[in-house]
């Protein structure tokens, strides 16, 4: 009897233990679940995450491919943005005197036409070259000047309206060349200032400046349009007995000028 209540005994503890342990194995592997989870959701996410990326990057490959594709139907037949014809040097431009300025002798055979823009830099630099041709040839070059006043240089207006004012009391060269050295400063501290240099009436300068605009716009509208008919595309401008010149030098000029007398 106490022999089998040992036996009793001994599978009650065996028994415990299972018990035991088997309750420990599902502690400690509802433990490990829940320590994972956090992780699992993390891969979870960027699963997705990655999916997402996958997904667009293959509509963008099919965008680029849509893209290509009318690129080279369409790239052959595309318009190209116009240039403008290349210029002939050859041809004869009818430009008459008008009301503008001349420099040099009225009666030369070589007539230079320069549409100008007082503010301009290109002007001002190459004003010295047409310097040069005039002392170079007294009697043989006229300058006539044309206003060609660019948009984008605000100055570049009023600055041809008061050459025109100091035409008046026959200053315009004198005004102009003031204008160009000056990149077409019209302020009224300048404007006294070009004004006693020159020897002009001030209080007349301003008067005919101001008076007179009505008549001085037309006159620049008159030469604006006669530049865009005889393809003016930029200031300086010029052009030697009608025909459109690049010269820049006294030399391009001399070559130029020495043809036309020689006949």
């Known amino acids: 009897m106490e022999n089998k209540n040992n036996v009793i005994i001994v599978l009650l ?11 420990l194995l599902t502690g400690i592997n509802n433990a490990v679940r829940g320590a994972l989870s ?15 990326i996958e997904n667009r990057l293959s509509a963008i490959q099919s965008e680029l491919a849509q893209a290509q594709n009318r690129i080279n139907t369409n ?33 030369a055979p070589v007539t230079i036409v320069e549409f ?7 002007c001002s630099r ?10 170079a040839y007294p009697d043989k070059v006229r300058v006539i000047i044309k206003n060609f006043p660019l948009p984008f240089h605000p100055d570049a207006r009023p600055a041809a309206k008061l050459a025109m004012a100091a035409n008046e009391q026959g200053k315009f060269q004198g005004m102009m060349e003031s204008l160009l050295a000056n990149g077409g400063d019209v302020s009224d501290t300048k404007i006294k200032e070009y004004a006693k240099n020159l020897g002009l009436d001030y209080n007349r300068l301003m008067a005919d400046y101001k008076n007179k605009d009505a008549q001085w716009e037309k006159q620049i509208q008159d030469d604006m349009q006669l530049g865009a008919s005889v393809d003016v595309r930029g200031t300086p401008t010029f052009y030697l ?5 690049n010269a ?11 043809a036309v007398l020689a006949g």
């Open 75 to 107: 790239g052959v037949n595309a318009q190209q943005p116009q240039q403008p014809p290349l210029e002939d040097m050859n041809k004869v431009y009818n430009i008459p005197q008008g009301n503008s300025s001349i420099l040099g002798s009225r009666n």
């Open 248 to 258: 820049r030098d006294l030399g391009s000029f001399k070559t130029q000028i020495d």
């Open 116 to 122: 100008s823009d007082f503010q301009c830099p290109f």
């Open 13 to 23: 503890v065996v028994l415990i233990g299972v018990v035991s342990g088997a309750g």
């Open 126 to 135: 190459f004003y010295s070259a047409i310097k040069d041709v005039m002392a």
């Open 241 to 245: 007995n009608g025909h459109k010149t």
């Open 38 to 52: 956090p992780l699992n959701a993390r891969l979870a996410a960027i699963d997705r995450a990655e999916k997402s």
